[in-house]
Each structure stands twice: as structure tokens, then as C-alpha cells.
């Protein structure tokens, strides 16, 4: 690994992605790598080091997988871990393949991250098959639920038993992903325990300063109008929490379109139910998701998102928090109600200073 210094790099991680993305991934990691170095580097120039005065190259190295998850694991490890995700946002975080380099990050890693629930089968495989001695594997969705509050759906049928693995879309249990990711930080490097206990504690007051204003956001909209259909399945949880009832959703399990008799019935079901959107994703652009809103005579609007958080890393909006924000401002006036209440929320990491995580492109 030490021939990777010779490409040390003298501009920003992020400028640095971006020009390298089409010399493709094996050159990307390289990359990668250098800026990992540099981060250190930087960040001992800045000063700022773990509680215990052990110097910034000690930090913890934690990898995870898709952005909401990268970003809850930011929050709470904050400038005191190295973080690096791997999962590249606006790609298909259930089909996603890592590529052969990513056993090298994945080899340095102190702790691996995944959300589990069949999410990232062939990245936890990785994870198995590479991890280093003494690292741990934290998936967190096995964790923050049990077997009996699985959920099975159009897009995740239980004959396939893979449950819906989109826990984080709910806030309350986003909160418990934060928990338990403080609770592995902790254990790993307890010198830092109580800068990860307080940045949890700001990031919990912040999530159920979120989960309030959704609640107040989602109350503003028709109760007739209180329905989502969706075209990839990721809201069951965010539905129950906040009352909304999923009347449906288009992409079947195998990520393939529906048929022409599953559009039908869904185009049906538009027009009985008087719903006036149902919802795309920028990340699964779908004709037949346009066709139905169109016959079913309401309105397509294709920009909700679930593991894409919008902007690029350093915009204050391109975090877990932000795509929740976005969310919220997309859907709930598109059903007929308000989203003033999320006015003024601060989507912005709850630490000070620069975590330099990674988030691929
Ligand atoms: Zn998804």
C-alpha cells in the first residue's frame, strides 16, 4: 500500500474524485487512499486531536456503506475517526457490486458499517472475507429492529425473505442507527467516549427536532390525500410513523418494470384513490411510473430520494438530515399540505470542525 503515497495529491479529496472518475474505480481507490493520508495530515496541522492526546494518525477507521448511514456515523464520530463510505451516491444501493480494490479499504477498516437486512450482501461478503483482525462489522438494521417487525411489500415480498431494508427513512429509528454506531465507537476507542456521547446527544435532540416538524409537516396534508405510491419501496417506515398509507409501489423485487397487468391495477388505483402524486426517484428514472400518474390523472414528481443525499459533500443540505428536509419539501406539498415546519432546520453537522469523510461520487 505504500506505493499509493507517490500519488499524493495537493488539492481537495472532492476536485480530486471528480477528475479521476473516468480512470475508473481501481484508480479511484488509489486516490482514495492518498487523500486519507492527507486528511491525516491536515488534520494534525489543525490541531485537533482525540481526548486523549493520542495523535490524529491513531484515529479509528470506520467504513460504511450507503450516504444516510455514512452521514449518521459522521455525526457522531465527528473529527475523531477516519470515514470513508463506499457505496457511490445515485447508484442502486441493492444491486450495488464493490469493485475487487474496495478490499483494500475495506482491509484497514477498525470498524465496517452496513445497514444489513440483505441490503449489501456482496459488500458484507467483502467485509467477511478481507476484514483485518479485531475488526468489528456493525449492521445495523439487524440490530435496531427484531425479526417480528420486519416488513415485507411489493418491492421486498416476504417468499424472497429479504424484509424492506429502508429503516433510516424514519427518524426515530435513524436515531437508533446513531446509537448503536456510538455505542461500537465507543467500545473501540473509549479514550473518545464522551465526544461521541456528546455528539449523539446533539444529533438526537436534532433527529427529534426532525421528527416533530415531519409530524406537524405531514398533518398539514388532506387526510384523503395521505397516501404514497412510490416507485421503489423505501417509506413503510416512515409511512407508520407518520400516518401516510402506501397504496402501492411499482418496481418489483428483482428490480426489473411491472407488468403490463400490475400497471393496470396501479393506474386503478390512482384514480379510486384520488391521490395527487405519486412519486419517482432521480435514482430509478421510470417511463412506466409517468404513465401511471398520467392516466391515473396525478401529478409525476420524480425527485423524492432514499440513500442520495442531495448536493455534494460540504453543501450544509448534502446530509442525512438534508435528504429528509428535501423529502419532506417535496412530498407534503405535492399532497395538498405544507412543509413550513421545516422551516429554519439545520441540516449541518452537529460537530464542529472538518470530518473529512469520503463520500464517493
Ligand atoms: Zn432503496
Known amino acids: 500500500m505504500n506505493s499509493t503515497r507517490e ?118 461478503e467483502m467485509a467477511r472475507a478481507n476484514r483485518k483482525a479485531g475488526a468489528i462489522i456493525l449492521t445495523l438494521g439487524d440490530k435496531a429492529i427484531t425479526r417480528d417487525q420486519w416488513v415485507f411489500d411489493f418491492s421486498f415480498p416476504e417468499g424472497d425473505g429479504h424484509p424492506n431494508p429502508h429503516l433510516w427513512t424514519s427518524p426515530d429509528l435513524a436515531i437508533k442507527y446513531a446509537d448503536l454506531v456510538r455505542a461500537e465507537l465507543t467500545a473501540l476507542d473509549p479514550d473518545n467516549a464522551d465526544y461521541y456521547a456528546e455528539n449523539f446527544a446533539k444529533l438526537e435532540e436534532r433527529l427529534n427536532d426532525l421528527d416533530e416538524r415531519i409530524a406537524a409537516a405531514a398533518n ?70 409517468e404513465q401511471i400518474a398520467k392516466e391515473g390523472g396525478a401529478k409525476f414528481v420524480d425527485q423524492l430520494r432514499d440513500d442520495d443525499l442531495p448536493g455534494s459533500h460540504g453543501d450544509p443540505g448534502h446530509s442525512y438530515m438534508g435528504l429528509m428536509a428535501s423529502n419532506i419539501q417535496i412530498m407534503v406539498p405535492a399532497l395538498g399540505g405544507s412543509a413550513d415546519a421545516m422551516d429554519g432546520f439545520d441540516t449541518g453537522p452537529v460537530f464542529e470542525g472538518e470530518s473529512n469523510a469520503l463520500y464517493p461520487e
Request: charged letters at 20%; proline letters at 7%.
Open 7 to 124: 500519488s499524493s495529491p495537493s488539492e481537495t479529496g472532492r476536485r480530486i474524485i471528480r477528475r479521476t472518475r473516468r480512470f475508473g474505480l481501481s484508480a479511484l481507490v488509489v486516490f482514495l487512499l492518498a487523500i486519507s493520508m492527507t486528511s491525516v495530515l491536515s488534520c494534525s496541522e489543525s490541531g485537533e486531536e482525540g481526548a486523549s492526546g493520542a495523535g490524529s494518525a491513531e484515529k479509528m477507521k470506520v467504513v460504511s456503506t450507503v450516504s444516510p448511514i455514512t452521514s449518521l456515523v459522521e455525526n457522531v464520530g465527528g473529527t475523531r475517526i477516519r470515514l470513508e463510505g463506499i457505496v457511490p451516491e445515485g447508484v442502486n444501493s441493492h444491486t450495488f457490486e464493490p469493485a475487487p480494490s474496495v478490499a483494500t479499504v475495506l482491509a484497514e477498516a477498525d470498524l465496517i458499517v452496513l445497514n444489513g437486512l440483505f441490503l449489501e450482501e456482496p459488500s458484507l
Open 220 to 289: 398539514t396534508i388532506p387526510p384523503e390525500n395521505r397516501k404514497l405510491l412510490t416507485y421503489h419501496d423505501s417509506f413503510p417506515f416512515f409511512s407508520t410513523r407518520y400516518g401516510f398509507e402506501i397504496i402501492g409501489a411499482v418496481q418489483p423485487s428483482d428490480f426489473s418494470e411491472p407488468s403490463a397487468r400490475e400497471v393496470a391495477t396501479l393506474i386503478d388505483q390512482v384514480r379510486e384513490t384520488g391521490v395527487p402524486a405519486v412519486f419517482g426517484s432521480e435514482v430509478f428514472p421510470s417511463p412506466v411510473m
